[in-house]
C-alpha cells in the first residue's frame, strides 16, 4: 500500500514535472518570441500620420499591443516586457504601430515603477503630450505623434535622480526594439595582429 501510494505520487510528480515541457513544445513559436518586438533593421519612418481603421489596426497588431495602442490600455506592472527591457541593451525604440522613432536606450533609467521608464524622448518631434483627467486625478498623457497610438503617461518633479527628472513611463508592448550593432572596431583588429 505505501510503496504504491508512493509509487503514484512519484508517477503524478513526474508527469507534472513535464507538463511545462510538452506546453512549451506545443507553442514554441510564441515562447521564442520576445517580449518586446524586436527587430533586426531601423525601420523606415513614416513621413507622413499614420491613419488606419480599427479593423486594421486589429489585423496588424497583437491583442496587447491592440489594448494599449488602441484602446488606451495599461499593461500589467513588472509583466515580461518590463524584465525584458531592464536586460536590454543599447539600441533604439520604435512606435509598435508605426515605426516612428519614439526613443532611445542612452535615456531608459530603472524607476522600479514596473514599466520601462526613459527621462526624454529620442525624437520630440514624434511624441505629443495630452492632458489626461481619466483617473481622477490630472495626468499627461504620452501619444506617438504619427500614429496617435498611446504610449504611456509622463510624469515630472519626482526627485529622480537623472537630466530632466522626467519618467516617461511606457507601456514595453507599444515598443518596437532595435538594438545597436556592435560597431567595428580596427583598433581591435589592429592590436590581434601582434
Ligand atoms: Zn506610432
Known amino acids: 500500500m505505501t510503496i504504491l501510494t508512493r509509487l503514484s505520487t512519484a508517477l503524478l510528480l513526474s508527469s507534472v514535472a513535464l507538463l511545462p515541457v510538452a506546453c512549451g513544445e506545443n507553442k514554441d513559436a510564441k515562447h521564442d518570441k520576445p517580449a518586446i518586438e524586436t527587430a533586426d533593421k531601423a525601420p523606415a519612418q513614416p513621413t507622413k500620420p499614420v491613419k488606419k481603421t480599427d479593423d486594421e489596426w486589429k489585423k496588424e497588431l497583437t491583442p496587447e499591443q491592440y489594448e494599449v495602442l488602441r484602446q488606451h ?88 535622480n537623472t537630466p530632466t527628472d522626467q519618467r516617461y513611463c511606457i507601456n514595453g508592448v507599444v515598443l518596437k526594439f532595435v538594438p545597436d550593432k556592435p560597431e567595428e572596431n580596427p583598433e581591435t583588429t589592429a592590436e590581434e595582429k601582434e
Open 73 to 160: 490600455g495599461t499593461e500589467r506592472a513588472f509583466s515580461d516586457t518590463y524584465t525584458e527591457f531592464k536586460h536590454q541593451g543599447s539600441g533604439t525604440y520604435y512606435c509598435a504601430g508605426c515605426n516612428a522613432k519614439l526613443f532611445s536606450s542612452a535615456h531608459k533609467f530603472d524607476a522600479r515603477c514596473g514599466w520601462p521608464a526613459f527621462y526624454d524622448a529620442a525624437s520630440n518631434e514624434n511624441i505629443k503630450a495630452i492632458e489626461d483627467f481619466s483617473a481622477g486625478m490630472k495626468r499627461v498623457e504620452v501619444r506617438c505623434a504619427k500614429c496617435d497610438g498611446h504610449l504611456g503617461h509622463i510624469f515630472e518633479g519626482e526627485g529622480f
